[in-house]
């Protein structure tokens, strides 16, 4: 049996287990079914990236269906399946068997298959329409989900910008299609004119798919109202399949770009990783905060990816290898601790109805296995050792601090710059994580359905602390995929063998020390602890009585970086105070954070787009002799173009 065979068994099951979620009877069976179906992709997708071997078709510039696996899809194969298969056992318990529930089931069958497909194609109809299919397949799932007014506009918005920007997607792949450039990186020319568009093009539609600034303004508005494993799907898998379409184009297929768009691509990635933490600081809903942070960290892997382009084009080749490795692990990372927190957030909703930050707390008492695991997943995002998220994060600042030493000056100075970047990323992170574990786990419950909650169903924790475990295994011992990816590098580099990090000139980084010293420091001190236990004593609020309304808020862990931000950021407050006879008695104040991105570009540009269909819409007279009018006016520009030599 091989790789291949593993593969399409897997997505055999998945396709079978969509089939039988349509029927109440067989709901949960065709849920389980599902998951042991992305559990043998995800087997078989590692299976072809250890063995570093293909299968199937080659690529082609052919408009001829065909489908093959490589180290690549296999990586990618294996993320979708271990992201999918967790999911999907939550889901046997977080969908009920009802009519809108039996469809979601199967609707998630079709999104893990559509996915699949485009990391199996090989050839550029079969990849268009399973990208295409990528992006419809949860506008479905979300409408089905929720019928009001919100989640039709955000779908509308959500379809209509990834699909304007996603043109770049189809202009990229047909005109390499055109040059026969796809599998063929020999064909067109090192900094040609063809080069450079395919180049631009793919990180316009491509980008726009993955959530990097500034097309990112659809994912905080669409990933936060789907269901929550549609959710750690949509951020955890869908948005890195557009990362491997960009390293399928910018890495495999174009050959070595000039210098200037390795350094365009770090810039895109410094701006997501910053922009993206600070406005996941000043969020108040969990969920939107966790999908503001998935622009965050594919700013972190496109800064790995414009390492690698950059040293690629400065002859780097070893470290340009080790760089894409750096995204490569990092992009594997964030689908295993984002899935986890928002399968974590859906625990959390489903137990207590909202999540709102400021009216959670201490759910790690009333839910430990939820809790403890979803602790784990902030930890790791928060990029602190010993955990998977600090291991990417640091290879991809050791390949930035290459980039001075291998580059000119200009390329020294957007390392530099990038590697700022990252800094502050990953310290904004970890405040960021600190304000939600302190809000949501830690502390008094702020609400009395969140004091009554009860811990989540066995198969929900059982897919959260899965992914937990995932992501300790690559914290303590990344060594045991950073070198696969390493190789899968299109040009030849040595491939680094250690269950630790090893790579030249930092030495060796053995992350399973840092986790054993770490375990002994918490042994010891709860040994020193003993039996002691402290004494509760009331707190002291300046005289006042302590109440749930003067505990810590979101605003209030942010307030000072918002101060120091404020030129910036441009937060909105409205103060209402109310006077009888002279004497304060009230003091309202309601303050936020605009999404800039949204309301100062996006919006205008929407309802200027609604104006002038509104406009156009007059056109539509329904009388058959204005449209012939309009075919006759159309023949005559043609002409007269074709006449003056417009047309060529």
């Not at 809790?371 to 998220?389: C, E, R, S």
Request: net charge positive.
């Amino acid at each position: 049996m091989s790789f291949a065979v593993v593969v399409s068994l897997g997505a055999a099951a998945v396709a079978a287990g969509g089939l039988l979620a349509v029927a109440r009877r067989s709901f949960t069976l065709g849920l389980t079914t599902q998951g042991m179906g992305c559990a043998l992709l995800a087997g078989g997708g590692l299976w072809a990236l250890v063995t570093d071997e293909a299968a199937g078709a080659s690529f082609t510039s052919a408009f001829d269906p065909r489908v093959g696996i490589d180290g690549l899809s296999g990586l990618f194969l294996g993320v979708l399946g271990a992201v999918g298969a967790a999911a999907l056992v939550f889901a046997t318990r977080y969908l009920q068997p009802s009519g809108r529930g039996r469809a979601i089931g199967a609707l998630t069958a079709v999104f893990v298959l559509v996915q699949a497909l485009v990391l199996v194609a090989r050839d550029p109809l079969t990849f268009l329409v399973a990208w295409e299919a990528m992006t419809l397949v949860p506008a479905a799932v979300i409408l089905v989900a929720r019928a009001d007014e919100l989640a039709r506009r955000t779908v509308f918005f959500y379809v209509a910008l990834t699909h304007l920007a996603g043109a770049g997607t189809w202009v990229a792949i047909l005109l390499l299609a055109r040059e026969g450039a796809i599998g063929d990186p020999s064909v067109i020319a090192s900094g040609s004119g063809v080069q450079i568009a395919i180049a631009l093009a793919a990180l316009v539609g491509m980008g726009a798919k993955a959530g990097l600034m500034p097309l990112h303004v659809w994912l905080p508005l669409a990933h936060p109202i789907a269901p929550a494993h549609v959710s750690a799907l949509m951020s955890g898998v869908m948005i890195k399949i557009a990362i491997y379409g960009l390293i399928r184009v910018l890495v495999e297929w174009l050959g070595v770009l000039p210098e200037w768009l390795g350094v365009l691509v770090l810039g895109l990635g410094a701006l997501s990783s910053v922009a993206g933490v600070v406005y996941a600081l000043f969020q108040h809903e969990l969920k939107r905060l966790l999908a503001f942070h998935s622009i965050e960290n594919i700013g972190i892997i496109v800064l790995g990816l414009g390492a690698c382009l950059v040293l690629r084009a400065r002859g780097a080749d070893a470290w340009a290898a080790f760089a894409l490795a750096a995204a490569l692990l990092h992009t594997v990372n964030h689908a295993l601790f984002k899935a986890l927190l928002f399968l974590g957030a859906g625990s959390f909703e489903k137990a207590v109805g909202s999540l709102e930050l400021d009216r959670l707390g201490g759910l790690i008492r009333r839910m430990p296995w939820t809790g403890g695991a979803f602790l784990v997943g902030a930890v790791a995002i928060a990029g602190l050792p010993p955990l998977n998220g600090f291991a990417s994060e640091w290879t991809t600042l050791q390949s930035l601090l290459r980039l001075p030493a291998y580059g000119g000056v200009a390329d020294g100075t957007a390392g530099a710059l990038a590697l700022a970047a990252l800094a502050a990323t990953a310290a904004l992170a970890a405040l960021c994580f600190v304000k939600v574990v302190g809000l949501v786990l830690l502390g008094p419950a702020r609400r009395d359905a969140v004091a009554h909650a009860q811990e989540a169903p066995v198969p929900m924790r059982a897919g959260i602390v899965a992914l937990a475990g995932a992501c300790v295994l690559l914290g303590v011992a990344p060594g045991l995929l950073f070198g696969s990816l390493v190789g899968l590098a299109p040009w030849a580099s040595a491939v680094p063998t250690s269950i630790g990090l090893d790579l030249p000139g930092t030495g060796l980084f053995r992350s399973g020390g840092i986790a054993l010293v770490l375990v002994a420091l918490v042994a010891a001190l709860y040994v020193l602890r003993g039996r002691r236990v402290a004494a509760p004593a009331p707190t002291w609020a300046c005289g006042q009585l302590v109440e749930r309304r003067l505990d810590w808020t979101s605003a209030g862990f942010t307030k000072a970086l918002r101060l120091v931000l404020e030129d910036v950021l441009r937060p909105e407050r409205e103060i209402d105070v109310r006077v009888e006879g002279g004497v304060v008695q009230e003091v309202a104040y309601e303050g936020r954070v605009p999404h800039l991105f949204e309301e100062r570009l996006y919006r205008p540009l929407t309802a200027l787009a609604m104006e002038g269909a509104h406009h156009a819409r007059r056109m539509q007279s329904g009388r058959l002799g204005t449209y012939v009018g309009y075919l006759l006016a159309l023949v005559l520009v043609v002409l007269t173009a074709a006449k003056l030599g417009v047309l060529g």
